[in-house]
């Protein structure tokens, strides 16, 4: 019987395998950041081990780091002692870190692949959930706690159990008006935050060959929001395009030599998925969310639903608690919900392409008054590009604050926070409660509508904006 | 890695589903460094309400935590199991677990149990009723019971071994030391490396 992408990964890096234990994987590229290796660092110490494959690990600074004044020292004693931990774990083992103030420092799912380090077939893992982002290489990409981090620094690889397949076939045209976001916002709410619980996600189908490397990066970045250990999707000709000439792409002779193994990465046709999800293309709309979890999401169109509509006690529940933390009321058209804020970054929107989305919808127009906007862009070389374009002058001409590299106000481990009771649209990944801050309130959107809620005030997605456009030549 | 053998406890009932990372410890608690220290950041947000079960005066002391549909979901944070066990829980049961969240409590010796919701709502009315209630999980049987609840649960037998016995997962997996090696040997050049070595 054939494989799936997911099988034939796996397959590749079985180290050990043996009836009743885990399968020993190799783990071809370890990412880390400030905030989840510390405590792996000190278990290494006290062990008296080193990192076993210094050429396979490489650390960033996003967590805590500040987007304003990044030339002071950090204000913060707490970030900062977290951030000077980092610098001297490095140093004493011997990790390559990209630092705040690197050129190459940035959101570390953002970095892994603009740098060339992601590629298809590799096994990716990183003491972040978010790590799915890389699976969108056909790599195998996961997140994993702080124990995991030590076993990876010290042996390279990890015991893991085989998780199930599922495929996530997305079959025609996307609209014009839809983007990898609210397919992906879709995805979770039709399989809900514990539909691929146990899984490993492929999506594949027509629509998802048509898109981009850096909207399959968002597609997959929240495969962890339905609950999946992992999402993928198969390695094509947009990804070998992506990969060549960057920095760590393999060179001629073993350019080809990589090249002719990714084709290979493909699920077999005879090949039998654990579990099947059908989605058609054509049938989506610009998606937000509504609730306290990235499956309580309706499109734009739609009003919030009234928790008595769900026959499950517990969802129901779940949907009361929401609205009563949102300060929402069923049935209100969610095209009526104001914000104070929005904010465009994270390893979910935090791209060129996602700058430049955005950029496209605020050019000539202005950010509403009493509404803040936040433009964060993912890493230093993102916000480079972004000035080489122009786009840095498209957000502060239209209102919206240009900010330095980092994870920023998805979480709020730095100053960029929500204040109680705010209410944001975010093109981030979580909309828990207090996420953005003691209090915030979020509503997870894309980039376009995203700018489209900051113009006018309320969400709203491009198509909302008709008439907003100062004319060429006005000012 | 202490071992988990049995345990018994009274216990909280949490109601709610999709219990995430970022409620058992908000983000800003993650800026420490050490392993202990997170107790007072567990349900921070929540037990700012005097009426939160964990701050009724009925629950003081209880070790096993009884929750909702897919608890310990989103962030990887490691710490959301350090601050259940610096607060003093043992064990947590719920239908659903995320599968990060899981795989960091068994590390860390905290046990996670997935039993059907309708043993769930059982233990839920249960210790509801009754606060002195108390719930044994225990991992060699594996078994939880209750006042009028037997329930057998499934942990794959690797894990359960691990757990009973306390061991330290590095030290076996360095027991492999030839595969590693043999593996590594035979990687391919086109893989990539962060730095020259």
New interface residues.
């Given amino acids: 019987m054939g494989r799936t992408l997911a099988e034939k990964v796996w397959d590749d890096h079985v180290v050990r395998r043996a009836e009743g234990e885990p399968d020993l994987l190799f783990i071809d590229l370890h990412l880390l950041h400030e905030v989840t290796s510390p405590q792996a660092f000190d278990g290494l110490r006290q062990a008296g081990r080193p990192v076993r494959r210094l050429d396979l690990t490489i650390a960033t600074e996003d967590h805590n780091t500040p987007t304003l004044d990044i030339d002071k020292p950090i204000a913060d004693p707490v970030s900062r002692a977290q951030l000077e931990t980092l610098r001297k774990n490095c140093a004493d083992f011997g990790v390559r870190l990209h630092p705040l103030g690197d050129v190459e420092q940035g959101v570390v799912h953002v970095v892994g692949p603009q740098l060339g380090l992601t590629q298809p077939g590799t096994t990716v893992v990183c003491g972040d959930s978010h790590t799915s982002t890389h699976g969108a290489f056909g790599a195998l990409a996961f997140g994993i706690g702080t124990s995991q981090v030590e076993h990876v620094l010290a042996t390279q690889t990890l015991p893991m159990a085989r998780p199930r397949t599922m495929a996530i076939t997305v079959e025609g045209e996307l609209p014009d008006s839809v983007t990898a976001k609210d397919l992906i916002l879709a995805i979770i709410a039709r399989i809900g935050t514990g539909g691929g619980q146990g899984y490993i996600l492929e999506y594949r189908g027509s629509a998802i060959e048509k898109l981009s490397m850096e909207a399959r990066m968002t597609i997959c970045n929240m495969s962890i929001e339905a609950g999946a250990r992992a999402g993928m999707i198969a390695p094509d000709r947009t990804t070998f395009d992506y990969l060549r000439g960057r920095d760590h792409a393999p060179q001629g002779e073993d350019w080809d030599a990589a090249v002719a193994y990714w084709e290979t990465l493909r699920t077999d046709d005879d090949a039998v998925f654990d579990a099947e999800v059908l989605i058609d293309a054509a049938e989506l709309a610009p998606f937000v969310t509504w609730g306290t979890n990235p499956g309580q999401g309706a499109p734009l169109s739609a009003s919030v639903p009234d928790p008595a509509s769900y026959e499950d006690a517990s969802e129901r529940f779940a949907a009361e608690k929401a609205l009563e933390y949102m300060g929402l009321t069923a049935g209100q058209p969610l095209r009526e919900i104001g914000v104070d804020t929005v904010f465009v970054g994270s390893c979910t929107n935090g791209r060129i392409e996602d700058l430049r989305n955005a950029a496209s919808v605020l050019e000539g127009r202005k950010v509403a008054d009493g509404v803040r906007m936040l433009v964060v862009p993912g890493s230093v070389r993102v916000a480079l590009q972004a000035v080489e374009e122009g786009l840095d002058k498209v957000f502060t001409a239209a209102g919206a604050e240009w900010r330095h590299a980092g994870c920023s106000m998805c979480l709020g481990m730095n100053p960029d926070q929500l204040a109680p009771g705010e209410r944001s649209a975010s093109t981030s990944n979580r909309n828990f409660e207090g996420r953005q801050g003691k209090g915030g309130r979020t509503h997870l959107v894309s980039p376009q509508v995203a700018a489209a809620t900051a113009v006018l005030g309320h969400l709203a997605s491009p198509a909302d904006l008709s008439d907003t456009r100062t004319p060429a030549g006005v000012r | 890695m202490e071992a988990f053998t049995a345990h018994t406890g009274r216990a909280v009932p949490l ?4 219990v ?1 990372t ?2 058992i410890i ?3 608690w ?6 202990d220290g997170f107790e007072d950041g567990l349900f921070e ?1 929540w037990r700012k309400d005097e009426n939160f079960v964990l701050n009724r005066p009925e629950r003081s002391g209880a070790t096993v935590l009884v929750a ?3 608890f310990g ?7 959301a ?1 350090w601050a259940l066990q610096n607060f003093g829980f043992k064990a947590v049961i719920s239908s ?1 677990f ?3 969240f899981r ?2 409590s068994l ?2 010796g905290l046990l996670t149990v997935v039993l059907d ?1 309708e043993v769930v709502d059982r233990l839920w009315e249960l210790t509801e009723a009754d606060p002195t209630a108390e719930v044994t999980v225990d991992l060699e049987k594996r078994q939880v019971l209750a006042a009028g609840v037997t329930a057998d649960f499934e942990l ?3 894990a359960r071994w691990r757990l009973l016995n306390g061991l330290d ?2 030290s ?3 027991q ?1 030391e030839a ?2 090696a043999a ?2 040997a035979a ?11």
């Fill in positions: 109601r709610r589903s999709n995430d970022d409620q908000p983000a800003h993650l800026k420490k460094v050490t392993r947000a909702g549909p897919d979901t989103g962030s990887s944070r490691e710490h199991v659903r995320a599968d990060i795989g960091n590390k860390n919701q794959d037998e690797n997962d590095i076996l997996t360095l492999n595969d590693i593996y590594e990687r391919p050049s086109f893989k990539p490396q962060t730095i020259q070595a």
